[in-house]
């Protein structure tokens, strides 16, 4: 028996290049995911902005959103996150206040302050070294840019001026936790990545939440690592895939997704092994039943009123299967 009333269930795509594909088939099956998704009851399908990475195929993050949501019409789509520090908010306002006005509705615009790359690369996107610190004024300066256009306004972010994205803070620490609860915003937390965090970033959003315009009480997200299969043992064996990313992490790597393996034993050394798991604290791996078990258990924890989903399959299929029989497992399946 459900403990908790059913909370929605969302995914984030990383739009993996695998060493089978390339960057327009993990574009399409992106697409198709959604196309999916939206059938199956999952209520967003985000993107996050990553670049100088050969295995993620999402740097231009708005043209994907675009992308995804012209071969959908009812789920939402969105940024999981754009790094904003990395942009003008002017800029911003205009490409997703396009987005809103092609697909009202739909949008939504995550927000962090992470680079999201490497050193050499934050040259290249010509990004000051200061920018993160001016996060949260480019958040208010983002909003009002989405706001109604004043009389005597002589700077007008044009098509977006008056479309009200919703905005979202994300973290992976307590500086937007305090951030989201400050401005009145919805929070998301990646703790399918960043799991060591998850409680205390979310007790301190919820103490700090003030009212606002686009909130009236507080919505947290969880961010979490699923992926189901038949049996635990076959879906523990997709989950290698995930893992050898993570442990590529501990020396630089950056490589395309790789296929499962029988034993992770054999892949990573002891460093590489703690390091992904830390990562990877909070993942949950198996049949229906041990997701069903898996999610009652994080929600039950965390008092989450939504859990965004990386389902990280190498196969397309297999990571389809994955998404659907988690939706079963939920039961959001319509």
Same mark, same amino acid.
């Not at 393996?261 to 993942?283: C, F, N, P, V």
């Given at each position: 028996?459900?403990?908790?009333?059913?909370?929605?269930?969302?995914?984030?795509?990383?739009?993996?290049?695998?060493?089978?594909?390339?960057?327009?088939?993990?574009?399409?099956?992106?697409?198709?995911?959604?196309?999916?998704?939206?059938?199956?009851?999952?209520?967003?399908?985000?993107?996050?902005?990553?670049?100088?990475?050969?295995?993620?195929?999402?740097?231009?993050?708005?043209?994907?959103?675009?992308?995804?949501?012209?071969?959908?019409?009812?789920?939402?789509?969105?940024?999981?996150?754009?790094?904003?520090?990395?942009?003008?908010?002017?800029?911003?306002?205009?490409?997703?206040?396009?987005?809103?006005?092609?697909?009202?509705?739909?949008?939504?615009?995550?927000?962090?302050?992470?680079?999201?790359?490497?050193?050499?690369?934050?040259?290249?996107?010509?990004?000051?070294?200061?920018?993160?610190?001016?996060?949260?004024?480019?958040?208010?300066?983002?909003?009002?840019?989405?706001?109604?256009?004043?009389?005597?306004?002589?700077?007008?972010?044009?098509?977006?001026?008056?479309?009200?994205?919703?905005?979202?803070?994300?973290?992976?620490?307590?500086?937007?936790?305090?951030?989201?609860?400050?401005?009145?915003?919805?929070?998301?937390?990646?703790?399918?990545?960043?799991?060591?965090?998850?409680?205390?970033?979310?007790?301190?959003?919820?103490?700090?939440?003030?009212?606002?315009?686009?909130?009236?009480?507080?919505?947290?997200?969880?961010?979490?690592?699923?992926?189901? =299969?038949?049996? #635990?043992?076959?879906? &523990?064996? *997709? %989950?290698?895939?995930?893992?050898? @990313?993570? +442990?590529?992490?501990?020396? !630089?790597?950056?490589?395309?997704?790789?296929?499962?393996?029988?034993?992770?034993?054999?892949?990573?050394?002891? =460093?590489?092994? #703690?390091?992904?798991? &830390?990562? *990877? %604290?909070?993942?949950?791996?198996? @049949?229906? +039943?041990?997701?069903?078990? !898996?999610?009652?258990?994080?929600?039950?924890?965390?008092?989450?009123?939504?859990?965004?989903?990386?389902?990280?399959?190498?196969?397309?299929?297999?990571?389809?299967?994955?998404?659907?029989?988690?939706?079963?497992?939920?039961?959001?399946?319509?």
């Amino acid at each position: 028996m459900r403990l908790r009333p059913m909370i929605p269930l969302s995914i984030l795509d990383l739009v993996r290049v695998t060493q089978q594909s390339d960057a327009r088939t993990a574009l399409n099956n992106a697409r198709d995911v959604a196309r999916h998704a939206e059938r199956w009851g999952y209520n967003r399908i985000w993107i996050a902005e990553h670049h100088n990475m050969a295995g993620i195929a999402s740097a231009a993050t708005s043209l994907v959103i675009g992308h995804i949501a012209e071969g959908t019409s009812r789920i939402r789509v969105g940024a999981g996150g754009i790094m904003l520090p990395n942009h003008a908010p002017y800029v911003i306002a205009e490409q997703f206040g396009t987005l809103a006005r092609l697909y009202p509705g739909r949008i939504d615009l995550g927000l962090g302050r992470a680079p999201g790359t490497d050193q050499l690369t934050l040259r290249a996107l010509r990004r000051a070294p200061e920018a993160s610190d001016q996060f949260p004024q480019d958040v208010l300066e983002l909003q009002a840019w989405f706001a109604p256009a004043g009389p005597d306004q002589r700077i007008v972010a044009v098509p977006a001026a008056g479309t009200e994205v919703p905005l979202w803070i994300l973290g992976s620490s307590a500086f937007g936790a305090a951030l989201a609860g400050e401005l009145g915003l919805p929070y998301a937390f990646a703790s399918h990545f960043a799991p060591e965090h998850l409680l205390q970033a979310l007790a301190i959003y919820r103490s700090r939440f003030k009212p606002s315009e686009q909130l009236e009480k507080p919505y947290a997200m969880v961010g979490v690592n699923i992926i189901a =299969a038949e049996t #635990d043992a076959e879906a &523990r064996r *997709l %989950a290698t895939t995930q893992q050898m @990313s993570f +442990a590529d992490l501990v020396t !630089g790597q950056r490589e395309l997704s790789k296929p499962p393996i029988d034993d992770i034993e054999t892949y990573w050394s002891g =460093a590489q092994k #703690d390091h992904a798991r &830390r990562m *990877l %604290a909070r993942s949950i791996v198996g @049949s229906p +039943a041990t997701i069903r078990d !898996g999610i009652e258990a994080l929600v039950t924890e965390t008092g989450a009123d939504e859990l965004i989903i990386v389902s990280d399959v190498f196969d397309h299929a297999a990571r389809l299967r994955s998404l659907e029989l988690i939706a079963g497992a939920w039961g959001i399946a319509a």
